[in-house]
């Protein structure tokens, strides 16, 4: 591999961990975040996609790793019931105050899809990850608003 390879290389590290580490000031940055994260979950890499999220998240690494390793062992079967994934979808946004956003996303597959659902708390100046789950019971979703 030349120098310049790899240069890049060490470049786009670099980058990747600067913005996945960078502070969530705005709400449209925690949706930002969750996007990025369903780009991996996309291509089942929850590893790779919660370890964006630790940055942000106030549970202990191990935790996380844990979640990582849980969807890990449950996918197989999601993907034997539902088929190859087909593409994400933002759905909604809910707030909660000013400090409470949640943000749903599809995760499409063949033959049906789950929901992701992002849950971020702002307790002063900066919002963090409260919370992450999927879900295939889509029936909330399509209850109507007042």
């Known amino acids: 591999m030349n120098a310049l390879k790899v240069w890049v290389i060490v470049l786009m590290i670099i980058a990747a961990q600067s913005a996945s ?3 969530l000031n705005e709400i449209s940055d925690t949706n930002s975040l969750s996007h990025e994260i369903m780009k991996h979950f996309l291509k089942s890499e929850f590893v790779e996609g919660l370890n964006i999220a630790k940055a942000h998240w106030p549970l202990p690494p191990v935790e996380i790793d844990g979640l990582a390793n849980k969807i890990n062992t449950q996918w197989s079967m999601v993907q034997q019931r539902f088929g190859k994934p087909t593409g994400i979808e933002f759905i909604k946004e809910e707030r909660l105050g000013k400090s409470f956003v949640r943000f749903y996303y599809l995760h499409k597959f063949e033959n049906h899809a789950i929901y992701w659902k992002f849950t971020y708390y702002k307790a002063k100046d ?4 409260n919370g992450i789950t999927f879900r295939d ?5 399509f209850v109507p608003k007042d």
């Open 137 to 141: 019971d889509l029936e909330f979703l």
């Open 126 to 129: 900066n919002w963090r990850v």
């Open 21 to 23: 580490g960078a502070s």
